[in-house]
């Protein structure tokens, strides 16, 4: 309980005490005087009273009980989705945001991609990429898993040069899979590069990714690994060779992996076998030819399909689906900036014909607050949260008032007067300067406010003077400054 409810408390059973007593000396007086006449009158009337009182009393305290009781922190329930459920209404919310892109060709093309991805959930298979560095022997696991000679195996890198599909099939699992054999990964070249980017593109889209490695993780694989699984891929490690260990090498080596790897997988999800053992030269001379061994990655997969096989389809339909809003995202931030930018461009020469007008002999940027105030609102609407006028106002004041209070406001007119100066050849003072810096204020306010509707309506963690701040360091850059002060040149007509 709040320290503050005990002093209530406190209070009010002193408050209380009193009443107490007051009433059971005002009773004794009432009883003397009633007992005078009739003391069976005085019983009665005093009972009553009593009866009256503890009534009261009680009732208060029932209605207090709440009040004083400490609160338990209500938890929310929310019914536990179903990884299928939150799927689909991740999709569902990606649609929506594609439709906000302005550019058609780009909409389409997200919108077929969404499309693509709602009506493959219902019947399809189950894909299972084979993933790594060239000549670990993917296709020579994949051969062992189907039973069959399908791709060409071979000592060279790059043995596998396009991605091939097989179906195939786990009794008891009631999917239908596919597995893709896919090209080396960290192969060198032009053409290796190539296959590498179709191969991650396979490993992005597929459901379950088998990474096969023929050694403890090297820096390449590793960084490829990790890259998988932040992106929230489901991944089985599979070391294969094994034939070429010792037990006890091949033991400290799985222990090796499963600590080096972080995330760290499921002490399952992380297997040894042999998918096509080499002869191994005896001490007395002649050759030992070990048997395939590809049981425990039969068993984990078989297990894995079986168990989580649907969870596994829909967990990445959720990765699809967010990607493609992420991607959707990120085209309509730039759509948002590139109309923000333009709303920003019209309001500070607007602002620099204003300032222009103002009579008074000093640059005064509050005298821009109105105009700045409906910047406010347009740049709201770009990022579609609707700011009143009001609060535009508001808004404009306090970023005008930041800015004269970080010194901004003077920095920018020593600031344009060097400019200027270099690129008129002769020092300009007076409106065309006070004119210029208003503008380039107001572009600094309105970054600032961008930067406000971006962070959701917010200043962030360091405040607004950071951000104002920052937006005034970022457009101080040659490149931008050198192409406002040519705008201004034209716009306010500095150098008549
Ligand atoms: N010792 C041993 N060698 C193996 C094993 N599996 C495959 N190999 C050999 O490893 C080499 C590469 O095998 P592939 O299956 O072609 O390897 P890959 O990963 O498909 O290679 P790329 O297609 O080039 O990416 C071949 O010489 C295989 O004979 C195994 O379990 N033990
Ligand atoms: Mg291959």
């Given at each position: ?125 189950l894909t299972i990429a ?229 009579p008074l002999p000093g ?103 950071s951000i104002v701040e ?27």
């Amino acid at each position: 309980m709040a320290r503050w409810r005990w002093v209530l408390v406190l209070v009010g059973l002193l408050v209380s005490l009193g009443a107490v007593l007051l009433l059971t000396d005002s009773l004794l007086r009432l009883y003397a005087v009633l007992a005078l006449l009739s003391p069976r009158l005085a019983q009665v009337v005093i009972g009553l009273i009593v009866i009256i009182a503890a009534g009261t009393a009680g009732f208060c305290i029932y209605r207090l009980g709440p009040f004083l009781r400490p609160r338990r922190r209500q938890k929310r329930l929310r019914s536990p989705r179903h990884p299928e459920e939150a799927a689909a209404a991740s999709l569902h919310a990606v649609q929506r945001q594609v439709e906000q892109i302005q550019d058609q060709v780009t909409r389409q093309a997200l919108r077929d991609k969404a499309l693509t991805l709602q009506s493959s959930t219902a019947d399809r298979d189950l894909t299972i990429a084979v993933f790594g560095v060239g000549s670990a022997g993917k296709t020579a696991l994949i051969n062992g898993l189907l039973g069959q000679p399908l791709g060409e195996v071979g000592a060279a890198l790059g043995t596998t040069q396009i991605q091939q599909t097989y179906p195939w099939q786990i009794p008891n699992v009631p999917r239908a899979l596919e597995i893709v054999d896919t090209p080396g990964i960290a192969e060198t070249g032009v053409a290796g590069t190539e296959r590498e980017q179709s191969a991650r593109a396979v490993a992005a889209g597929s459901d379950l990714i088998v990474f096969v490695i023929d050694d403890d993780l090297r820096q390449a694989e590793y960084t490829v690994l990790q890259a998988l699984m932040s992106m929230g891929k489901r991944v089985l490690l599979v070391l294969n060779k094994a034939d070429r260990y010792p037990e006890a090498d091949l033991e400290s080596l799985l222990d090796r992996l499963r600590s080096r790897v972080v995330p760290p997988l499921s002490p399952d999800d992380i297997v040894a076998v042999a998918a096509m053992p080499q002869p191994l030269p005896q001490v007395g001379g002649g050759w030992l030819q070990m048997q395939p061994n590809l049981l425990p990655l039969r068993t984990r997969l078989a297990d894995l399909l079986r168990q989580e096989g649907e969870t596994l389809m829909a967990d990445n339909l959720l990765l699809q689906a967010q990607q493609i809003g992420a991607s959707a995202q990120q085209i309509i931030d730039s759509q948002r900036l590139a109309q923000a930018d333009a709303v920003i461009e019209r309001y500070q020469w607007l602002s620099a014909g204003a300032i222009a007008m103002t009579p008074l002999p000093g640059l005064d940027f509050l005298a821009t607050a109105a105009i700045n105030a409906q910047m406010v609102v347009e740049l709201s609407q770009v990022y579609g949260c609707e700011v009143s006028f009001e609060e535009g106002k508001a808004l404009a004041l306090s970023v005008a008032k930041t800015l004269t209070g970080l010194g901004l406001v003077k920095g920018t007119v020593d600031l344009l007067a060097l400019g200027l100066q270099t690129n008129l050849a002769t020092a300009i003072a007076g409106r065309a300067l006070k004119a210029t810096s208003g503008a380039y204020l107001t572009r600094i306010a309105g970054k600032s406010f961008v930067e406000y509707f971006r962070q959701n309506q917010s200043w962030g963690d360091d405040g607004m003077g950071s951000i104002v701040e920052q937006q005034f360091r970022l457009n101080q850059r040659d490149a931008v400054m050198k192409a406002f002060i040519k705008e201004a040149i034209t716009r306010v007509g500095v150098s008549t």
